[in-house]
């Protein structure tokens, strides 16, 4: 690694501080705010490193937030089984059914892309699920906010810089603004 990279990389995180919605960071911890208000409770969703993520927010946001949360790619036996026995298309949407998801819950989307028709379908189906179930939706995402992004009430767009780090810095991203999401409702 160079020093070029270094500063390239940190200029395109300079870059990302000056181009991210405030408002839909305002427009989030509001939810936050009212669904803790109401004692709702927030599914935190993300596959691959977006799931590590899922779940180091769930500590944040029950721990810190006071916020019942949970995600379900933590619980690793339930999610291969229902991977293997229903396929990976379903695997939140129907955690979230038993669950008993409701108007008075939320779900938070940590995604690169959002999902679409092709890619993260676990995800888009426990979307169409939520809304359907008036579960409040918020998302922190990448790329053009995928299917999270067209659906989300509050979406919190991480701007691509440089299409070689989309993925890097939309992770890095989820990270800083969950850690801010749950400090401001505190």
Same mark, same amino acid.
């Given at each position: ?12 995180? @300079? ?19 009212? %669904? ?20 180091? +927010? ?7 937030? /006071?916020?019942?949360?949970?995600? !379900? ?30 108007? @008075?819950?939320?779900?938070?989307? %940590? ?24 579960? /409040? ?8 906010? /995928? ?9 919190? %767009?991480? !701007?691509?810089?440089?299409? @070689?780090?989309?993925? !890097?810095?939309?992770?890095?991203? @989820? /990270? ?7 400090? +401001?409702?505190?």
């Amino acid at each position: 690694m160079s020093r070029e990279y270094v500063d390239k990389y940190l200029e395109e995180t @300079q870059e990302i501080v000056k181009r991210i919605s405030r408002e839909e960071i305002v427009k989030a911890a509001g939810m936050l705010r009212a %669904l803790r208000e109401r004692r709702g409770r927030l599914f935190v969703l993300g596959v691959g490193g977006s799931a590590a993520n899922a779940s180091h +927010a769930v500590n944040d946001f029950r721990k810190i937030g /006071g916020i019942e949360t949970y995600a !379900p790619t933590d619980n690793v036996s339930e999610l291969t089984a229902r991977t293997n026995d229903e396929g990976w298309e379903t695997t939140f949407s129907e955690w979230l059914k038993v669950s008993g998801i409701n108007s @008075q819950d939320a779900v938070l989307v %940590l995604s690169v892309g959002g999902g679409s028709e092709t890619t993260s379908l676990n995800i888009v189906n426990a979307l169409k699920l939520a809304g359907e179930r008036g579960a /409040g939706i918020l998302s922190i995402v990448s790329r053009n906010g /995928g299917y999270a992004g067209k659906v989300s009430d509050a979406c919190i %767009l991480i !701007p691509v810089v440089d299409e @070689q780090r989309i993925t !890097p810095h939309a992770e890095g991203w @989820q /990270g800083v603004i969950w850690h801010l999401l749950v400090n +401001a409702i505190v």
